[in-house]
């Protein structure tokens, strides 16, 4: 079964720097890979997602993530981080033959100061 | 707009009471699926439906019931076998069978013991 982790509960950013949420997968075969944004007492938002083909894909607000089969990881990154920014941010991945079975990390609490 | 509409917001549980959860969607999407999210350990899948009366168990169904009499709606009750009822219940749809497509999500039940 496949399978996601999110090393860091917690990431620190200044306003204006560059940001990585990390995130790593595992799967029998190949994935399909996303992201959301979840606000307070609000419901996940999707970011983006990896098909196939180009490595590095580009999502709403700016973020954008790239896809490293070697390190079986889909890392989220934005060049350079807003105070609205701040939030939870899960990755997912969902095996390609089966539709049903999508497995959400625990979560990154990302948090951009001014 | 088209989108998932969860209520209420926010619901109290006795000991013993069954409680029923909405989730009703225009997205004329046919898959319905029902996520519980604890802090610390993302999401977990309790209930998923494919297609008019018909669902599937997740991987957290105990305590748990739903109906799918409609395409639009899919109704979850925590039942008084449910202990540890005290979460925040994630309402979400896509178009099966395409694994492809992200999940799209409402803003979610809060559900706390009295």
């Known amino acids: 079964a496949q399978s996601v982790a999110q090393p860091e509960d917690q990431v620190n950013v200044a306003e204006g720097n560059p940001l990585t949420v990390k995130c790593t997968y595992s799967v029998s075969g190949n994935p399909y890979l996303f992201w959301y944004v979840q606000y307070p007492n609000r419901g996940l938002q999707f970011l983006l997602k990896y098909i196939t083909g180009d490595n590095l894909v580009k999502g709403s607000y700016g973020f954008e993530a790239e896809f490293n089969k070697s390190q079986t990881s889909f890392h989220l990154k934005k060049p350079s981080a807003l105070v609205s920014d701040s939030a939870l941010y899960f990755c997912?991945?969902?095996?390609?033959?089966?539709?049903?079975?999508?497995?959400f990390g625990a979560g990154t609490r990302l948090t951009v100061k001014p | 707009d088209g989108g998932i509409t969860q209520s209420p917001k926010y619901l109290f549980r006795k000991e013993g009471q069954n409680v029923t959860l909405s989730c009703e969607q225009n997205?004329?999407?046919?898959?319905m699926y029902w996520y519980r999210q604890d802090p610390g350990q993302g999401l977990r899948l309790i209930y998923y439906?494919?297609?008019?009366?018909?669902?599937q168990k997740g991987d957290i169904a105990e305590g748990y019931s739903v109906s799918r009499e409609k395409k639009e709606s899919f109704p979850l009750t925590v039942t008084s076998a449910q202990k540890n009822p005290t979460a925040f219940y994630l309402c979400?749809?896509?178009?099966?069978?395409?694994?492809?497509?992200?999940?799209?999500f409402g803003d979610g039940t809060r559900l706390s013991i009295l």
């Open positions: 979400a749809s896509s178009i099966p069978p395409q694994p492809r497509q992200p999940q799209h």
């Open positions: 439906s494919q297609i008019v009366n018909d669902f």
């Open positions: 997205l004329n999407h046919d898959a």
């Open positions: 997912a991945v969902r095996d390609r033959y089966n539709n049903n079975d999508m497995r």
